[in-house]
């Protein structure tokens, strides 16, 4: 039994040895793929006892050759070096955790039968049916937003809410004005007795729900008297897009020390038509403007000395350098921008950007247990365990970077030396077996 079992010894050493290359060339090969996690071999041994139990009939312990088993073994979990591209969906994962993806076939799926993969890193590109894909065909998977960019409450614990992000590549879109800062002076002067009371006028831009540029006038009419300064202006304020009045207010600004310039009080004289028409709340500062199916929130400040303040009367200019609005005009797709928490926005020519999506991080108990497909992409297992979906940067998940891709975990120095072993280890095996061939052939030749 111990020549023979010594043949099998060998030949299966040869065969393990077979396989560990296999991992070092695949390795090798795979040192620039982008995703690539290493690959090693198991080694471990096997025993077979002698056919008539563990004893010789002498009393000595029989021993037969049983070889070597070999198991392949990845290395999920390790995180290659993250380097900087220029592509804005080159999209890595800094620290822990997988991107949710599926392949271009299942696409339009239901979510039961919908192909659920998982991978470190991908050079994402908009195909041409819209998709946010890569050339090996994995189509990134996230939570859409609604009109407004909000991402609702989605499980965790499943990936049937995730789609396949998809881009109207041809698609205009806008945002319409919501909030207007009136950081804006007055002068004190006007207000002082003896002065020409000048209106002072301005024109504020916004942007309508279909995305045109409309104006609010506004003027400004001080307060002139007798003697001393009244500190008082009165605001009128008209929608040109319908030439139609939205309110008029009386401001009272304060002289005192410590509040000196801010408003004092605010009465309204007429709010307007309806619509356009507007309210003032004493406690937030905020003049709301309600026109036919848009509401404008204007801040020009609180009547509370410890409050915010934006409209101002100070000194002897007239100032409205400070006024901000949100909003924009309608504008074509340019392209995409991922941030570290995940959201995905669509950027257009006038400069303003909208989620569309949000992007999670997957993980699972077990990384190393998943299994592993082609093309940098795994697929859970009973050995892994269930997958759950964090927000980026929570939790253990790591935070998204886009302009960026994982490189391959091979360290191709490292590869080479084990080569070197592998192949010594190799040559000793076939010795072995060149051995035993030469001992049978001397057993053969005992007979004549």
Known sequence: MGISSSLNAGVSGLNANSNKLATISDNIANSQTNGYKRADMDFSSLTVNDSRGAYTVGGGRAYGAGGVATSAMFDIEAKGAITGTTNSTDIAIAGRGLLPVTSLASVGQTAVTQDL??????????????????????????????????????????????????????????????????????????????????????????????????????????????????????????????????????????AGAGNAGNLLSVGQLSAGSAPPSTSYDDATGVLTLELADQTITMQIGSTDPAGSHYLTQLSTVFSTSGVTKDGNAAGTFTGLSIDEKGYLSANYSTGFSRVIYQVPVADVPNMNGLRVLDNQSFAVSPQSGAVFLYDAGSGPAGSIEGFALEQSTTDTAQELTQLIQTQRAYSSNAKIIQTVDEMLQETTNLKR
């Open 117 to 254: 993969k998982l991978t470190s890193t991908g050079s994402f590109e908009l195909n041409a049916d819209g998709y946010l894909t890569t050339q090996s065909g994995l189509v990134l998977l996230g939570w859409p937003a609604d009109a407004t960019g909000e991402v609702a409450e989605f499980p965790r614990d499943t990936s049937s809410s995730l789609e396949a992000i998809h881009v109207n590549l041809s698609g205009s879109a806008s945002r319409p004005t919501s909030n207007i800062v009136l950081s804006a002076n007055l002068p004190a002067t006007s207000t002082m007795s003896g002065a020409d009371g000048d209106v002072e006028a301005m024109t504020v831009e916004y942007f309508d729900n279909l995305g045109t540029s409309q104006s609010l006038a506004l003027s400004f009419t001080p307060s002139v008297p007798g003697t001393g300064a009244s500190n008082a202006w009165t605001l009128d304020l008209v929608d040109q897009a319908s030439g139609l009045s939205a309110g008029s207010y009386e401001l009272t600004f304060s």
